[in-house]
Every structure is written in C-alpha cells, then in structure tokens.
C-alpha cells in the first residue's frame, strides 16, 4: 500500500521530502497535543516544516511520516501513527477532492482489488464523482442545529462525531466541506463567505480518512489565528508552545497552495477490512 | 479524583452519589474537534444502564467500594441478614443483591459483602463450598443420555449435576464461579 502511494506521488511529478519529527514550536491547535520530547515536541503533524519548503519554492511536494498526539487512543486513534501529507501549489481544497478521487481507485488497482471496497459488510464504491456535502447541510440533514447555533452552544464537536460522522461515506466516499472558519486554524477563508473556511474533511464508511485546506498564506491573519488558539489553549489548561517564528517568517514567501492530511493507519484499517486500528499495526502502546 | 482520560472498562465512578462502572468504552474525536469518551455504565445499585459522552474537562469522584467479612444469620422474605462479627453491625441484602450465592448461603457461611459507603451492594462468597445431598434418586444405568451424571438437590436447594455415585446424605464441594460439582467430601 505504501508503496503505490509512493508510486503514485513520484509518477504525478511529486517530490518526496522528510522533515524532523522533533520540532520547537508545534502549531498551536486547541485541541491537538503535541508530545513533548525533551524540551522540544514530537511533531503533531509535519504541517509546518513542509509549508516552509513550499515557501522556499520546492514546489508539490509529499511526505509519508510519524505523527504523535498525546492522549489519543480508541479504536481509531493511536498516539503514534503514520500521515500521508501532501501540497500542490497553485491549487484549491477542490484539485485535493478531484486528486482523492484518482489516487484511492489508483492504490486499489495496484494491491489488484476492484474498484469498490468492502468494509465491514458494506460495500463502497470509489468511482468518481464522490459525493460532495457542505458542513451546513450536513447539519441540515442530520441534526436539529445549524453549525452556528452547534457553535454557540459549545456542541459542535459532539453533533459532529455522534451524528454526522456515522453517517458518512456510507454507499460512497463523502467530502465534508466548508466549515466554520473557527474549526480551521491554518486554512484560507472563503471569498464569496468569509465565514467560512475552504477546508474539507474525506469520510468513508463513517471513517474519517483526509483533512484538507486551501492554505492560509495571510500572515497577519496566522498569527492572530495562533493567538486565539493559544490563548484557547491557555484557558484549557493545556501546555503552552513557544511561537513559531521562522514558520510565521518565510509564509509570507509561500504560494497560494492546497494541502491535505490523510491517515495512512486508517486507508489500512479500510483496505484489511479491519474494526479497529489495532489490527492494522505490528505493536500498540499496550505492547510495548 | 479521575479526569475524561482516566476512563476505561472497569473503572467505578461516582455519579449523582451512585456508584457506576464503566462497561464499555470508546475514545472518539471528530476532525480537529475535542477528545469525547463514549461511555456505557451500569449502576453498581439498580444495575441500570446507560450511555453517556464525556469531554477531556469532566471529572469524576471514585467511587470507593469495600468489601467487609460478614456472617449469614438468616433469611427473612426475600431479605438476607449478614452480621459483621466484630461490630455485630447486621445488614440485609435482596434476593438481587445476592445473586447466584444463593445457591451457597448456609447458616453461619462466612461471605464478603460490598460496601458502597453506608450501602450493602454485593455478595461474594468464598470460591468453594461444601454442601449436603438431600435429596438424590437412585441410579440405574442408562437411565438418562447425560451418561455418567445425575441431578441431585442440596440442603440451599440448589439442582446440581453430579456423578452418579453420590448418595443422599454425603457432602460435596461446589465451585461457586462455576456453580459445578468438585469432589466428594469425607465426614
């Protein structure tokens, strides 16, 4: 699987690239910890050394790395896992769908498996198009609230996991989009609603697979957006990070660019047919 | 004190001043969203259950269980009478309360009662326990498909199956977690 991925990402005229996995000053997400390692931080995701690549006009690039977040652990969470991250400049989070689209059907075709996937007795086709849904009618269709009123009522994220989630990607892959721009630290707003924020979230069988943004390349908008979440952070009584200066500095020289997420533990767990993600790694923490 | 994350399978918490375990568990968290705890629990009294999803920033009190060593004195109705034999304290526990050990409640039978605080919740009595035969047929070969066992009925009316040369009368040794016949006790 890692392998056709590779294959994939060379073939598309992607350049492999490896940043450290320890870093100073983790982006300040409210709620995604960062391990500490000494007096620096295992990296949550190498998000920020590879926008400082794009910044340097290394131009679409890709990375296959671990990630650590601390307290992270269920049936679909390890505090270890591996992340399939990629960027394209000169691209919107709607190129990353269409790329989506022909990279999943492409690593099925190389392990020699249809063009369907069978998890957990359902089958889901990876034809394109897959369905599209915006986070406001997917509130529509699934709960009682509108994501605002989600929002205010500090219930967003619980309407999110126990009644939207489940519901996803069931008969085909679901592309979650446009959320609030208070759920999207990192991405650019959109321009026609600037209330909104141009990322994307892919769902299969109510798995959730890809996390995507069109890149916030607005330096002063960053770094307000860092405040906020630090100050958020603070008022959680979450560990502080020290600010990232030099990622802050070169994204004023980064392009317009897209850039997405995606767990590779999970594309395994959907490939082997796996429930959890225990299933799809040699060793848990519980081993060691 | 536990926070969120100090949740698990088996974990006793108190809530609403009840005690609760936790039977199932499962971490989720939605896409740069906040960690939830999908929780079912039973309560440790009533053996109601439901679920419930906690954040990060709930807390939860322990809910502190002990057990004392008591002595069965004697049924009353559907009511169990044990006495400490220190404090000569006595507490009564319902038939649902005291569950399967039941079957191996006989005079004076020393057993571990569950305390949570002031409250009797539990019973459990000690792994083996010798019991008479008071009641058991004579045995004629080929009598029954289960072979080389027969049902008898203990002096607690337990039915137990046990092998056919036991008699009326003699004692045997029961496993209480399995609720099956042992040995045969002599004397």
Redesign the interface.
Known sequence: MIQALRRFFVTAGYLEVETPVRIPAPAPETHIDAPPAGDWFLQASPELCMKRLLAAGYGKIFQIAKCYRAGERGDRHLPEFTMLEWYRPASDYRDLMTECEVLLPFVLQALGRDAALVYRGERIDLTAPWERLSVAEAFRRFTPLTPEDALRKACFDERMALDIEPRLGRERPTFLYDYPAACAALARRKGADPALAERFELYIAGLELANAFSELTDVAEQRRRFEMARTERERLGKVGYPSAEPFLKALGAMPSAAGIALGVDRLAMLLADADRIDDVVAFVPEDL | MYTA?DLRKGLRIKIDNDPYVVTEF???????????Y?CRLRNMINGSQFER?FR??DTFESADLQEKKMQYLYQEEDKYCFMDNESYEQVFLTREQVGDAVNYLIDNIEAQVLFFEDRALGLSVPNFVDLVVTQADPWAKGDSVTGNQKPVTLQTGYQILVPTFIEEGEKIRVDTRTGEYLTRVKG
């Open positions: 994350s499962n971490f989720v968290k939605p896409g740069k969203g906040q960690a939830l999908r999803t990060s920033v």
